[in-house]
């Protein structure tokens, strides 16, 4: 019997860490920010049918970059965790911090057990009953998890879309000054993208209900004027 | 593929797809009235909902229902509802046992809901009838033990752009109605009012009042169903589900029409005399 080679622990979390990165890096960037009357989500996407946008809960939304059939299978996931929560209990104990904390223990145990990491990152987006409590969760494919304020980017271009957006909060922006700021750092300076090539949604600061709603190409077209 | 660690994830074979009945069953959560059928005799005085009532206009289709709820002969519940939105396109009303009436207009319209997140498109209206029709026969056991449900279902069918209506029976078989259907002890006398009515029923405020004027009846000669209670202010629901969707009527609306059909029968007596 063959010993196997020893290999560095270090060594194999890089390699891991690095197939992950790669993987991610192939697809479209995201990016999603607060804005005066809740959060906008905004991905590029050619695709009417593939979405990497979704709705989980009354106030809570998911989206996710990477391979598809991946972070879909999370998609489901969390909405079978927050129906069978809310079910259970009430419609008012489903949060985006618990779905965020079982996402991130479950991409922290497949990336140091299993063969292959998940090649995704996702965003637990969730609006609250006032703006300060509005939460955006940022799990990587390792389980990592960053609470980020104001606004965030996810995928291969994440870093030069944050660079774009600069310190800018959209806080107090409307609806129509957000996403177009989101849609310019999503092209960048060389390129512009047409409706077409756009997913966007919106959760609304609503009292109740179900506050998500895709914002369809002919109102994109309409608001980036 | 992945192990279970409370986010619910199901490797392919095991997957209960877009249902949650059969999510919840995977997960030991569904609801059960297996005791039920240790329970012996199984007469227990079991909260009763009583009439419903849903008819097609041009439009769309009107349900309403009264609001009483009986435990044998006396009245344990004034204000209990029975017809709820299913979703923005559809409502359904309930009749029978209360509790698990209640309990499964809940996993119905949270079924719905899941249904339309999980594969991003809601299901067509007979899809929705059918999922309720599963529902009633997966209840049969305990409707055997005396926890008959007996619901209607009416929606706004966007792709034939018209108003349909479904009435079901204990075992869950379900049949579509072409005009009127009503559920519950009261069913005979509201039934018999809308049959007489319906003709010259034309118009969606026809339609509210002839529903108005059943329910009234029905109240009138069976004691399980509750009429508009002006001392408290409780009057029946009424909603109507149209291309505007589910809209539930406003109180004060649904009083004044009470008023109306109280007037006139009242006008009737005095010709009488």
């Known amino acids: 019997m063959n010993m196997p080679f020893y290999v560095p622990p270090e060594q194999v979390m890089k390699d891991r860490a690095d197939y992950a990165q790669k993987g991610i890096a192939r697809g479209r960037s995201l990016v999603a920010a607060e804005f005066s009357e809740g959060i906008v989500l905004c991905a590029e996407n050619p695709s009417r049918n593939l979405r990497k946008i979704s709705e989980i809960y009354d106030r809570i939304g998911f989206a996710g970059v990477g391979r598809y059939n991946e972070y879909d299978q999370l998609r489901i996931a969390g909405i079978r965790h927050a129906d069978t929560k809310g079910y259970n209990y009430s419609r008012d104990d489903v949060d985006s911090q618990t779905l965020a904390n079982q996402y991130a223990q479950m991409l922290g145990q497949i990336f140091t057990h299993e063969m292959k990491p998940l090649e995704v990152e996702i965003l637990v987006a969730e609006v609250g009953f006032i703006a300060d409590n509005d939460r955006l969760f940022h799990i990587r494919y390792d389980g990592s998890v960053t609470d980020e304020d104001d606004f965030v980017a996810l995928g291969g271009d994440a870093e030069a879309i944050l660079e774009r957006l600069g310190t800018n909060s959209m806080k107090s922006a409307n609806l129509q000054e957000c996403i177009k700021t989101l849609v310019a750092a999503l092209a960048g300076p060389d390129r512009e993208l047409p409706p077409e090539q756009l997913e966007v949604a919106v959760i609304d600061r609503l009292d109740d209900g179900r506050c998500f709603r895709r914002i369809e190409n002919g109102e994109i077209a309409t608001l980036l004027g | ?273």
Do not use: C
């Not at chain 2, 299913?86 to 046992?97: F, L, M």
């Not at chain 2, 009234?216 to 291309?243: C, E, H, K, L, Q």
């Open chain 2, 1 to 273: 593929m992945l192990a279970y660690m409370s986010l619910p994830i199901f490797s392919t074979s095991e997957d209960p797809g877009p249902s949650l009945p059969n999510l919840l069953k995977k997960l030991g959560m569904g609801p059960s009235y297996d005791a039920v059928n240790s329970s012996g005799s199984g007469e227990l005085d079991i909260t009763h909902g009583t009439t419903v009532v849903a008819a097609r206009y041009d439009g769309g289709v009107v349900m309403a229902g009264d609001r009483r709820a009986t435990s044998g002969n006396l009245i344990s519940y004034r204000t209990m509802q029975k017809v709820f939105p299913a979703d923005k396109w559809s409502g359904v009303a309930i009749a029978g046992a209360a509790g698990p009436a209640i309990e499964m207009v809940r996993m119905f319209q949270l079924q719905l809901e899941h249904y339309e997140k999980v594969e991003g498109n809601s299901l067509s209206l007979e899809g929705k009838a059918n999922q309720l029709s599963q529902m009633v026969r997966a209840h049969l056991p305990a409707a055997m033990q005396g926890m008959v449900v007996v619901p209607l279902f009416a929606g706004y069918d966007r792709r034939r752009a018209k108003g349909r209506l479904f009435a079901y029976d204990v075992t869950g078989g379900r049949y579509e109605e072409g005009e009127y259907m009503a559920s519950g002890s009261g069913s005979l006398h509201a039934k018999t009012v809308i049959k007489l009515g319906r003709r010259n029923a034309t118009t969606k405020d026809d339609v509210v009042n002839l529903l108005i004027k059943a329910l009234f009846n029905a109240a009138d000669d069976d004691s399980a169903t509750g009429g508009p209670d002006s001392m408290r202010g409780i009057y029946p629901i009424v909603a109507t589900i149209s291309a505007e969707g589910y809209v539930q009527l406003e109180e004060e609306d649904i009083a004044a029409r009470f008023e109306d059909v109280i007037a006139e029968l009242t006008l009737d007596e005095e010709e009488i005399k």
